[in-house]
């Protein structure tokens, strides 16, 4: 099994920024493909972005290209399995849970399909006001 904690949501101005973490316990974090979606009320939940076991590709929604940064912390010690989401220049659309996932073995290579995910996180909300 794998939990998966989110924090660092919160509200903030239109403009502003924030960073998401993901902690990541029970089994070997560099073994999972992670990503983040977010779900706002009233629509599906959609991909926002997503990060290869090794943190060496990365990939993003077209909304968020250029605002938003995923980066993770493998250490061998387990003491950082940390996902990370740095979202700058946000927007209110932006406003929405976020929620990180894992996917573990054997992989999907589907970073933009919540059906490719194995683990996910309760969420953490952010909201952007105008």
């Known amino acids: 099994q794998v939990q998966l904690v989110e924090s660092g949501g919160g509200l903030v101005q239109a403009g502003g920024s924030l960073r998401l973490s993901c902690a990541a316990s029970?089994?070997?974090?560099?073994?999972?493909?992670m990503g983040w979606f977010r779900q706002a009320p009233g629509k599906e939940r959609e991909f926002v972005a997503g990060?290869?076991?090794?943190?060496?590709?990365?990939?993003?929604?077209?909304p968020v290209k250029g605002r938003f940064t995923i980066s993770r912390d493998n250490a061998r010690d387990n003491t950082k399995n940390t996902v990370y989401l740095q979202m700058n220049s946000l927007k209110p659309e932006d406003t929405a849970v976020y929620y990180c996932?894992?996917?573990?073995?054997?992989?999907?290579?589907?970073?933009?399909?919540?059906?490719?995910?194995?683990?996910w996180g309760q969420g953490t909300q952010v909201t952007v006001s105008s």
């Open positions: 996932a894992a996917d573990a073995p054997p992989y999907s290579n589907s970073y933009n399909l919540p059906g490719a995910y194995d683990y």
């Open positions: 990060i290869s076991r090794s943190g060496g590709s990365t990939y993003y929604a077209n």
């Open positions: 029970g089994r070997t974090f560099s073994s999972f493909d």
